[in-house]
C-alpha cells in the first residue's frame, strides 16, 4: 500500500505530508524495514546474526531514501517534504529531516522548501526556517533577494509581499541583521525604479513603497542611498499617484526624506515643487486633509533650504494658480491641522525673504485668514498664526 499511488499520483506519504500527519509519516518509514510492511517479530530478531541484523538495517536504510525522495506523478514532482512544506506541515518536516529527508530538493518547477514558503506567502514558515539548524542549506534570505530581483512578475509580487511584513515593527528586530547584509535598501530601490520604468504589476510597486516607507524608519543608510541615484526621486515623482493610497505614501517618504537636504536637492532638480503644485490643483475642494497637510510639510522643508528655493516655490508656472494662492483656497476649510501645516508653510516660504513677505503682505485673504486664526478656539492655530505675523 505504502508504495501504490493513487489517482492523483500520490503516495500515502505524500498525503500524510500534506495533511501533517507527522505520525503516520513515521510509521511508514518504520515499517519499510520489513518486506511485508510488518515489524519482525522479537524472536526473529534475537535469532538474526550481527550480519543479518547490518544488512537489514541498511536495507532499511536504502528503503527509506527511497522513499523519501519519491515524487508525485504530477507536474509538481513533490518529495514528501515539499509536500509538508506547501501544507505548512512542520511537524512533519521535522520527522523527514530526522530521517534523512533532503532539504535541497526541487520540485518540477525547480522551486526549493525557501522558495516554496515565499511563494506560498507563509511568514511565519519563513521564519521557522530561518531558525532552523539547516536554515544555511536552504538559503533562505538569498532566495527572497533573488526572487524579488527576477523579472518575473509573479515571483517579485510574491517576495515583495513578503518584504512588506519582514520589515514592519512586527518582524523587522528578527530578520534585520540578514536583510542589511544583503543590501535591501539599494535593492529596493532598484526594484521600485524598474518597476516605475516597466509598468509592472501595481501590487508590486505597492510593496516597494512599503517597504521604502518601513527602512526610513529602521535604516540609518537610506537617505544616504537615496540621494545618491536621481533615478530614485525621478521614479517617485513620476509614479502614479491615482489613488488615496499611492498619494499619501508618496507624500509620507516624500516628506520624511526631506528631512536632509541632499534628499531635497536631488527632488527639487526632478521638479517635486510643480508636481505637488499639480497634486495640490487637482481636486483640491476633495483633497484629503492628511494628504494636503504632507505636502505643505514637504513645501516647508524644501522652503527652509535654501532662499533660492522659496522663489522656485512661488514662481511654479505647472498651474495658473500660484501655491501660495492654493494654500490660500485650502485654508477656506477651516480644518485646524491642515491650518497649522499652511500656516508653517507660509513661515518658511517668508522667513528671512523679504519679497516674500511682501507678496503675502499684499495678499488681502491671507492677512484675513491669519487674523481669524488669532481668534481659533485652538491654542496651537493662535500660536501658529503669531508665528507667521512675526516671521523677519
Not at 530601490?189 to 509592472?200: A, D, G, K, R, V
Request: proline letters at 2%; glycine letters at 2%.
Amino acid at each position: 500500500m505504502t508504495n501504490e499511488y493513487n489517482s492523483e499520483g500520490r503516495l500515502p506519504i505524500h498525503e500524510a505530508a500534506f495533511r501533517n500527519f507527522d505520525t503516520v509519516v513515521e510509521r511508514i518509514l518504520v515499517d519499510l524495514g520489513s518486506k511485508d510492511g510488518r515489524k519482525h517479530s522479537a524472536i526473529v530478531e534475537d535469532n538474526r546474526t550481527e550480519e543479518e541484523k547490518e544488512r537489514a538495517n541498511l536495507v532499511h536504510q536504502a528503503r527509506v531514501q527511497e522513499m523519501l525522495e519519491a515524487t508525485t506523478y504530477d507536474y509538481l514532482r513533490l518529495t514528501p517534504i515539499l509536500a509538508a512544506t506547501i501544507g505548512n506541515a512542520r511537524q512533519t518536516i521535522e520527522c523527514l529531516v530526522k530521517y534523512g529527508a533532503k532539504v535541497t530538493s526541487r520540485d518540477g518547477e525547480n522551486r526549493t522548501m525557501a522558495s516554496i514558503a515565499i511563494l506560498k506567502q507563509n511568514v511565519d514558515l519563513i521564519l521557522y526556517f530561518s531558525q532552523a539548524p539547516y536554515a544555511n542549506e536552504l538559503d533562505l534570505w538569498n532566495t527572497l533577494m533573488t526572487l524579488f530581483t527576477s523579472r518575473n512578475p509573479d515571483d517579485s509580487v510574491a517576495a515583495g509581499r513578503i518584504l512588506e511584513q519582514l520589515t514592519s515593527p512586527k518582524y523587522i528586530k528578527l530578520v534585520w541583521m540578514y536583510l542589511y547584509n544583503l543590501r535591501l535598501s539599494e535593492k529596493t530601490l532598484q526594484i521600485f525604479i524598474y518597476t516605475i520604468n516597466q509598468n509592472f504589476p501595481e501590487q508590486l510597486l505597492l510593496s516597494c513603497l512599503l517597504i521604502l516607507y518601513n527602512l526610513l524608519t529602521i535604516d540609518p543608510t537610506f537617505r544616504t542611498v537615496f540621494s545618491q541615484n536621481d533615478e530614485g526621486a525621478k521614479a517617485l515623482i513620476k509614479m502614479t499617484k491615482s489613488n488615496e493610497h499611492y498619494s499619501l505614501l508618496f507624500a509620507h517618504i516624500a516628506c520624511q526624506l526631506c528631512d536632509d537636504a541632499r534628499c531635497i536637492h536631488i527632488f527639487v532638480g526632478q521638479k517635486i515643487i510643480g508636481e505637488i503644485q499639480i497634486l495640490l490643483d487637482f481636486d483640491t475642494e476633495h483633497l484629503p486633509i492628511n494628504i494636503a497637510c504632507l505636502y505643505f510639510d514637504i513645501l516647508a522643508k524644501i522652503a527652509r533650504c535654501q532662499t533660492e528655493y522659496q522663489t522656485l516655490i512661488q514662481r511654479s508656472s505647472s498651474r495658473k494658480r500660484t501655491i501660495l494662492e492654493l494654500s490660500i483656497e485650502l485654508l477656506e476649510r477651516f480644518d485646524r491641522h491642515l491650518t497649522i501645516a499652511i500656516l508653517h508653510f507660509i513661515r518658511e516660504l517668508c522667513l528671512n525673504n523679504e519679497d516674500q513677505q511682501q507678496i503675502c503682505a499684499d495678499s488681502h485673504d491671507l492677512i484675513t485668514h491669519l487674523m481669524s486664526a488669532l481668534n481659533s478656539s485652538y491654542r496651537e492655530v493662535q500660536r501658529s498664526s503669531v508665528d507667521t505675523l512675526q516671521v523677519d
